[in-house]
């Protein structure tokens, strides 16, 4: 069955960068894209960016360019989403999604919670 | 990339039917097919109710439907039951200015009464 793992809270300070990291299973990873959507507490949900695992293109929301880089290891079927710069406002869950080839994201990772405080 | 606009909340009893709006622009909801609604309950991650407007992946069960009018998509929930209680939220590909993305809208509280 398809599952998307991701790694544990991390607890950062203002200024400081973190990596998410999202391991998939129970499908051909470069064969579907994957998004990254953040909810900070009590708040929608928000799309931060996107790439494809079979030929890494990116794509990113014009509110997280040049601040949020997705890459993936194709050999372990892992995606990673990393942010730099943090603010207290980045305080949230951090969700990867897999695109189901119709924009839509059909698979869900079960969250990493990022806490960002002096 | 403003969000979709949707109400707040929205509330039902048991057996009837709510409708939650969604309207965005030309450069989404309107120019594309590619809209999507996500059911979450508390604590949890987003499921995927509907997609390509009115498509129901498997499990979802046929009393969730969606559809599209211009510039406003909609999920209707019909036979309302209490485990349909939680935030739902659409969202759409878009393109502003050549840049393609995705917009969410703010959430929906559906309440059963």
């Known amino acids: 069955q398809v599952q998307l793992v991701q790694s544990g809270a991390e607890a950062k300070k203002p200024g400081a960068s973190v990596k998410v990291s999202c391991k998939a299973s129970g499908y051909t990873f470069t064969s579907y894209a994957l998004h990254w959507v953040r909810q900070a507490p009590g708040q929608r949900l928000e799309w931060m960016g996107w790439i494809h695992a079979g030929n890494g293109n990116t794509k990113y929301s014009q509110k997280f360019q040049g601040r949020v880089t997705i890459t993936r290891d194709k050999s372990a079927s892992v995606a990673y989403m990393e942010v730099s710069s943090l603010t207290s406002e980045d305080t949230a869950v951090y969700y990867c999604a897999r695109d189901n080839l119709n924009y839509a994201c059909d698979y869900w990772g079960q969250g990493t919670l990022v806490t960002v405080s002096s | 990339q403003s969000a979709l606009t949707q109400p707040r909340s929205v509330s039902g009893s048991p057996g009837q039917s709510v409708t939650i709006s969604c309207t965005g622009t030309?450069?989404?909801?309107?120019?594309?097919?590619?809209v999507s609604w996500y059911q979450q309950h508390p604590g949890k991650a987003p499921k995927l109710m509907i997609y390509?407007?009115?498509k129901r992946p498997s499990g979802v069960p046929d009393r969730f439907s969606g559809s599209k009018s211009g510039n406003t998509a909609s999920l209707t929930i019909s036979g309302l039951q209490a485990e349909d209680e939680a935030d739902y939220y659409c969202?759409?590909?878009?393109?502003?200015?050549?840049?393609?993305?995705?917009?969410f809208g703010g959430g929906t509280k559906l309440t059963v009464l």
């Open positions: 030309s450069s989404d909801v309107g120019g594309y097919n590619y």
């Open positions: 969202c759409s590909y878009a393109a502003y200015a050549g840049i393609d993305c995705w917009v």
């Open positions: 390509d407007v009115s």
